[in-house]
């Protein structure tokens, strides 16, 4: 009888765990690492949604879309979390994503009204260091001197794709230049964030592509007022994350209810102190404490996403000759 209560019991779970519905979400390494957001908001979503969050990590955020292509319509994917600005002319143009319709009180420095696309936090991009150093304020003293920096590959990695637009967004026909005399500066390019931040953590560079909250990690996290973001004179490119569904999802409804709590406060909560970036909707209880030690640029410069495709490939070819030589 027992034998036959504890089978009985079994099958039901098993019925029951059939029926629980999956979503998957392609995102980015970082993200779904233990240190990161991913654990919080898997545990936050399925608390609402009665599902099964399945968060894939795959490299660095332009990685995504090149996984994306490639599977094409036969995509496991419901969602993909972790593309940005300089991604979104390039998906859309996939025909691979839905509109969907997200709610949300956004107080991002632009306009947010992007139909196919919901933003779910953003930054600004900078040079992180170790405040004992001396750095210089913009890219011309920094291709001049002698410090040794570590980016990320613009092909795998948004942040190298958005140090490409930084440059060319800052001095246009005259980025190859800029680029020439960083060459030299270059310690190795890594394929995603990860990799570059680990390599400076453990000395192997004087300073990192990251972003200017990057330092509240170490504030926060670790009591650690050792880091800094260098202030540029020509601005810092801005990035803004964003989170699409996919038109072949079998989770329509449930990928609508993913994207809307990313906007929510539960969400926004979670994304400052684990992902270190600024919420794209602020909670009601505002930023964490430390956040307000943060360097704030003077000039923000962001191209838009229609007109990154075309810059795109001349500035990776400029970025491509002048590492090559």
């Not at 098993?14 to 690492?33: G, H, I, K, M, Q």
């Not at 894939?56 to 995504?64: K, N, P, W």
């Not at 410090?147 to 795998?156: A, E, F, G």
Request: charged residues 20%; proline residues 5%.
């Amino acid at each position: 009888m027992k034998y036959l209560t504890f089978a009985t019991a079994t099958l039901a779970a098993s019925a029951a765990w059939a029926d629980t519905p999956e979503l998957t979400v392609y995102t980015y390494d970082s993200f779904v690492s233990d240190w990161g957001p991913g654990p919080a908001i898997e545990k936050a979503f399925e608390e609402t949604c009665g599902c099964d969050l399945n968060l894939v990590g795959l490299g660095d955020g332009a990685a995504l879309l090149a996984r994306l292509k490639l599977e094409g319509a036969r995509s496991d994917a419901d969602v993909v979390m972790g593309l940005d600005t300089s991604l979104i002319a390039a998906a859309k143009e996939t025909g691979l994503f839905a509109e969907t319709a997200v709610e949300a009180e956004y107080t991002l420095p632009i306009e947010w009204n992007d139909p196919v696309f919901a933003a779910y936090d953003w930054g600004y991009f900078a040079f992180v260091y170790n405040k004992d150093l001396e750095v210089p304020t913009n890219f011309v003293d920094l291709g001049a001197g002698d410090l040794k920096i570590v980016i990320q590959d613009p092909r795998s990695s948004t942040p190298g794709l958005g140090l490409l637009m930084w440059v060319k967004a800052a001095y246009g026909d005259d980025a190859p230049a800029i680029w020439a005399a960083l060459s030299d500066n270059v310690v190795t390019v890594t394929k995603g964030w990860s990799e570059a931040y680990g390599l400076f953590l453990e000395g192997e560079a004087d300073m990192v592509l990251s972003y200017t909250t990057s330092p509240a990690y170490h504030l926060i996290a670790e009591e650690d007022n050792g880091k800094a973001a260098a202030a540029f004179d020509e601005g810092h490119y801005m990035q803004i994350e964003v989170v699409g569904k996919l038109a072949g999802s079998d989770q329509p409804e449930l990928a609508d209810q993913f994207l809307n709590f990313m906007v929510s406060e539960a969400a926004q909560n979670i994304l400052p102190t684990t992902n270190w970036m600024y919420p794209a909707v602020t909670p009601s209880a505002g930023l964490p404490v430390g956040f307000e030690t943060l360097m704030v640029p003077q000039k923000a410069l962001l191209i838009s996403s229609d007109e990154v495709p075309a810059i795109r490939e001349e500035a990776l070819a400029e970025w491509l000759k002048a590492l090559s030589q």
